[in-house]
């Protein structure tokens, strides 16, 4: 918001910035929020490995982040040493509202049986990740006051 007095007048003029401090905060939110799940992407992955849930890659190439209404399962493909990465579509994160909506995961169907059997590789970096934006967003809000 900003305050400017009238020349030669007592009456202010206030300028309304609301919209403009939204869109900023959207966007920075945004940008935190894709570097992060970037890294949460890249953790889920590094945790299947040879003899630990990964045979032919096809599992570790489906795991990818998407805006809401993403239809996982077209992602599912037979298991083979030459399947193309998955996902690999242009990403919109909306807000919805004041909502942020993100999927996570893996359209391959046998990706949950993998998840329970070795150390739930998708929900525990995608709770660490949305831990580490939370302490972002708080961090950032605390210094902007």
């Known amino acids: 918001m900003g305050i400017r007095r009238l020349p030669g007048r007592t009456a202010y003029r206030l300028t309304w910035l609301a919209d403009q401090v939204e869109k900023d905060a959207k966007k920075l939110l945004l940008k ?3 570097k992060i799940l970037k890294r949460v992407e890249q953790e ?6 040879y003899g630990h849930g990964l045979e032919t890659g096809t599992l570790k ?4 982040f998407a805006g809401k209404g993403y239809p ?3 992602d599912h493909v037979e298991p083979s040493y030459t399947t193309p990465e998955r996902g690999h579509r242009p990403i919109t994160l909306e807000f ?3 909502r942020l909506y993100v999927e996570f995961g893996s359209g391959q169907h046998y990706a949950l049986f ?3 059997k070795y150390d739930r590789f998708l929900r525990e970096p995608w709770e660490k990740g949305m831990n580490e934006f939370r302490r972002e967003v708080e961090a950032t809000w605390r210094t902007s006051l």
Do not use: D, E, P, T
């Not at 889920?44 to 490995?49: D, E, I, T």
């Not at 190439?61 to 990818?64: D, F, K, L, M």
């Open 44 to 49: 889920s992955k590094g945790r299947l490995y």
């Open 72 to 74: 996982w399962a077209s």
């Open 114 to 116: 993998y998840h329970q």
């Open 96 to 98: 919805i509202g004041r």
């Open 32 to 34: 935190s929020l894709l």
């Open 61 to 64: 190439r489906s795991i990818h």
